[in-house]
């Protein structure tokens, strides 16, 4: 092959290959910016749409051998929980756990119910209402009519959303041994985001409603968070981080004949850290005594 032979035949494959890097590059530098959409951050993963939530085994509730269930608390002003409170303002296609949890409600995606001391009860009766979810706890919005239907849309800015003031969950679970499967598991059954706010009176706490998990999983599933700072890239979804536990919290009740929390029946908080403690280990003590010889 002669001199000039192989120069246009290696100039022919630059050609080719600028090509098709042109047609799969993410910044489009010869679109019009009136008619095509600019990017504002690289893409990190494919779309999530349509995505379904990790898969769990749903136990048939007579091979359910033992089960315990336990109330904990998730703090978001914990660094582990970080990626669940931030960012404070939906941007970058990301948002909070809470704004998630409010606009579902807001579109009527998801029921919530009722907030109701040491016990929950999840049937019609106890559906709390979007407009009085706004009145009760003083949500700023304003009154549309739907150009369609013609009826009232209750519409929240970003910014009125009470997600900075949104700062803890209490989380109900359930821990349980399937005999057919001979595995441990532990089972979110729903959310409840608590509001604290300052007042004459001093610090408030407010208990907003109870979110099913499993009817809020496949919106979770569909919404990635950055989880650290060192990797913008690395995004998993809300439903990774509850399913794999990467979250941090503590307990303030386990079930008992008289359904007190921890803090009714222990006079200091040396007395509530060591009962934490201690329902901690009778749950590991218990799998360990399953495989004992």
């Not at 756990?97 to 106890?126: C, N, P, S, W």
């Not at 005999?179 to 408030?204: E, H, L, Q, Y």
Request: charged fraction near 30%; proline fraction near 4%; aromatic fraction near 14%.
């Amino acid at each position: 092959m002669s001199k000039y032979l192989k120069l246009f035949f290696v100039g022919g494959l630059i050609s080719l290959s600028s090509s098709v890097l042109a047609q799969d590059a993410f910044f489009d530098e010869s679109g019009d910016v009136a008619t095509v959409e600019v990017a504002s951050n690289l893409p990190t993963s494919g779309p999530k749409e349509g995505l379904e939530p990790i898969e769990m085994l749903n136990p048939r509730a007579d091979d359910i051998f033992w089960q315990k269930v336990v109330y904990r608390t998730i703090d978001l002003r914990e660094k582990m929980n970080f990626p669940l409170y931030f960012p404070e303002e939906a941007n970058d296609n990301r948002q909070s756990l809470f704004t998630l949890m409010f606009r579902l409600i807001q579109e009527g995606k998801i029921k919530v119910y009722e907030y109701l001391d040491a016990r929950e009860i999840f049937t019609e009766d106890h559906v709390v209402q979007f407009k009085d979810l706004l009145e009760k706890f003083e949500i700023i919005y304003t009154i549309q009519n739907d150009p369609v239907t013609n009826e009232e849309v209750y519409v929240v800015d970003e910014s009125d959303i009470p997600n900075r003031d949104v700062i803890k969950f209490y989380v109900k679970e359930v821990w349980y041994f399937d005999k057919v499967s001979s595995t441990f598991n532990a089972r979110i059954i729903a959310f409840c985001p608590i509001m604290v706010r300052d007042s004459d009176t001093g610090i408030n706490k407010y208990p907003l409603f109870w979110m099913p998990f499993e009817t809020l999983r496949p919106f979770l599933a569909q919404t990635e968070i950055v989880v650290t700072d060192r990797n913008n890239g690395a995004r998993p979804s809300f439903d990774d981080i509850f399913m794999k536990r990467r979250f941090s919290s503590y307990i303030y009740k386990e079930s008992n004949i008289q359904n007190r929390n921890l803090l009714e029946y222990n006079r200091t908080a040396e007395d509530v850290k060591k009962e934490q403690e201690k329902v901690k280990i009778q749950l590991v003590n218990f799998e360990s005594d399953l495989w004992e010889y």
